[in-house]
């Protein structure tokens, strides 16, 4: 990645790190994770480049098979850390995790835009907010809820961590699968009818714990 890449990482790093010192304890939890999201997105980056080199497949392919496994590995691993030595309280991990995979959206959105700088446009940006953005965060989150139903159950912890991991790698190659085809709206409306009962389960909890 270039120079601006790491140009605007920094500009956005910078003010979110100050702003910790004067947020609530709740508050700074998501911050942190937002920023562990872009900081993840820059190690996706530098990761994804150097197999891409190495395989010599076309993008189709790459976008379609590889890319989706490193990202989503990459993006449930501070999750699983949290959970193993932090908390595996649901409400934390959910939240966690959404917030790691919204920064990891946003750094990639903004390397998107320093590399299409002219061929970009409003409409770009709102199938981007409503399709890749949305997409990133639902493919985590579900890794973070999935985590805190077996991070108890011994037996299940393991195969349970890997199945949630393969859902999640599996949902995102089918994303990106359909964005890259003819049918690409239907990509942009796939995170939205997931995320539309995601929003539901969370009312109907938080209400309960009211």
């Not at 309280?89 to 995790?97: D, H, V, W």
């Not at 990133?136 to 159950?153: L, W």
Request: with cysteine.
């Amino acid at each position: 990645m270039d120079n601006i890449t790491y140009i605007l990482y920094i500009c956005f790093l910078i003010p979110m790190l100050l702003s910790l010192f004067i947020m609530q304890k709740k508050s700074r939890l998501v911050v942190v994770f937002v920023l562990i999201g872009t900081t993840v997105c820059l190690i996706a980056g530098e990761i994804n480049n150097r197999i891409y080199l190495a395989l010599d497949k076309d993008m189709l392919y790459f976008t379609t098979t590889v890319s989706p496994v490193t990202e989503e590995l990459l993006k449930a691993l501070p999750i699983l850390l949290f959970a193993l030595f932090v908390s595996d309280n649901r409400q934390k991990l959910a939240q966690s995790a959404f917030a790691v995979g919204l920064g990891f959206a946003i750094m990639e959105n903004m390397i998107m835009i320093t590399q299409n700088l002219y061929s970009v446009d409003i409409k770009w940006a709102i199938m981007r907010g409503f399709g890749a953005s949305l997409m990133h965060s639902i493919c985590t989150v579900a890794v973070g809820i999935g985590i805190s139903f077996v991070r108890k159950r011994k037996k299940l912890f393991y195969c349970g961590t890997l199945s949630l991991l393969m859902l999640a790698v599996t949902y995102h190659s089918i994303y990106n699968t359909l964005v890259l085809s003819p049918y690409k709206y239907f990509g942009v409306l796939l995170p939205i009818c997931t995320y539309i009962p995601l929003l539901i389960f969370c009312f109907k909890r938080k209400r309960i714990e009211e």
